[in-house]
């Protein structure tokens, strides 16, 4: 199904909209002359048939417009990448999450490399800096489920 940023795609009753995301969008081998271009890097927004909306944020740095996407689609849990160095860090995240409004989230891209350091320990951290002692992180191991 082709889709881009701001079209939405609905099946069987579930809502899947394309979002921006800030993030590169290649890939490099070595020995290549130039880098292979991917297409722009997106996040989602998933909503199910009950009304629950989950943004799905993807590989991203924080951006202004995480406020839109909070005010637009007021999602119920957001999957932030927390790992840094590729992606934001824990940080970042918790700017994240203030700017889209949300109480419940769930951590991407971390603990799988030593190269990602961000912890969901840091980002709890980070959390109550800012006062968000409210938000509750769903924090599963790698490979891991939370239901």
Not at 5 to 28: C, L, Q, R
Not at 43 to 65: C, S
Not at 107 to 125: E, K, N, Q, S, V
Not at 129 to 140: K, L, S
């Amino acid at each position: 199904i082709g889709m881009n940023k701001g079209g939405t795609f609905e099946a069987h009753g579930i809502k899947v909209t394309m979002v921006h995301a800030d993030h590169s969008a290649g890939d490099w081998n070595a020995g290549a002359e130039t880098t292979l271009y991917l297409g722009e890097p997106a996040g989602f927004v998933v909503e199910l048939e009950n009304g629950f909306r989950i943004y799905h944020a993807g590989d991203t740095a924080v951006f202004g417009d995480m406020r839109l996407i909070g005010e637009l689609y007021r999602p119920d849990i957001a999957l932030l990448p927390i790992g840094g160095h590729f992606t934001m860090g824990p940080r970042d995240a918790a700017l994240a999450v203030a700017l889209l409004g949300v109480k419940h989230v769930m951590p991407l891209h971390y603990g799988t490399f030593p190269i990602l350091a961000g912890t969901p320990a840091a980002w709890r951290a980070e959390l109550d800096a800012r006062g968000m002692t409210d938000v509750e992180i769903h924090a599963p191991e790698p490979g891991g489920t939370v239901s």
